[in-house]
């Protein structure tokens, strides 16, 4: 629906607000492929990697792994300490070194490659069961695997996720990080293309819309919907539904 025809409803239950925020960010972003972004190894140890570190340091700490090592054999048996200086640029190498290589051992052992394919084949809690048993592994991390590369119904929900699901009320305010997977799950149709789009939809308005600190309320399509702008501004009119962009017009997206 247009953003300036969008109904204000912030009384709406939780349920039916959820399906309303995916519906509008859909329009707002545009709705995106399942294809995978990148392969089963690589999405699930960038992911590693990534955690409270920026998306470019990510980036510079893989490629610098496997530039330095050449392949995933090497990485598991290289001396710890120098796979945490070719990962420099995370947020914790030191720790994050020894939980690849033990990680990469459990898949070797597992399946005999390093390769992570065989899960397209596991039913979906098993394989949650599985990826989450191993070091620096959490929720996160093994949805995203699942569901971005397998198509498996689950969500992701990071801090971006979690900060616009509280705000908007599609949770409650005490609800973790933790228990909003599973909140927000049984509020959205079990269909990987939908959790997919919601997941990244969310994620790029906490990034760049609903800031931790000083969110952009004003521009943000959710604010006929969000508990956070009735408290701050007051009911959405039609002018301020009109000022919002009919899509997305901004920094790049990843």
């Known amino acids: 629906m247009p953003i300036a025809a969008l109904p204000v409803a912030y009384h709406l239950p939780a349920a039916d607000k959820t399906l309303l925020v995916h519906h509008v960010l859909n329009d707002f972003y545009g709705p995106l492929p399942t294809a995978p972004r990148r392969s089963p190894m690589r999405e699930l140890i960038s992911t590693v990697l990534s955690h409270r570190t920026t998306h470019r340091d990510e980036e510079l700490a893989y490629d610098r792994m496997l530039e330095t090592f050449g392949d995933w054999a090497a990485v598991e048996q290289a001396p710890t300490a120098e796979l945490a200086h070719a990962i420099r640029t995370t947020r914790w ?42 070091p620096g592994i959490g929720l996160k991390t093994a949805s995203l695997v699942l569901l971005f590369n397998f198509q498996k119904p689950v969500l992701p929900v990071d801090t971006h996720v979690h900060r616009v699901a509280q705000r908007v009320g599609l949770i409650g305010p005490k609800t973790s990080v933790e228990k909003a997977h599973q909140v927000l799950l049984a509020q959205l149709p079990a269909d990987a293309v939908a959790l997919l789009n919601f997941h990244k939809h969310n994620y790029w308005l906490g990034q760049h819309i609903c800031f931790f600190a000083k969110p952009d309320c004003p521009r943000c399509p959710l604010k006929g919907v969000c508990n956070h702008y009735l408290e701050h501004y007051g009911p959405a009119d039609e002018a301020a539904l009109a000022e919002v962009p009919r899509s997305w017009e901004g920094e790049k997206l990843h």
């Not at 939980?99 to 390769?115: N, T």
């Open 93 to 134: 190498p030191d720790t994050q070194a020894p939980r690849i290589q033990e990680i990469l051992r459990r898949i070797r052992a597992e399946f005999g490659a390093y390769s992570l394919d065989a899960l397209a084949d596991w039913p979906t809690e098993k394989a949650l069961t599985w990826l989450t048993d191993m």
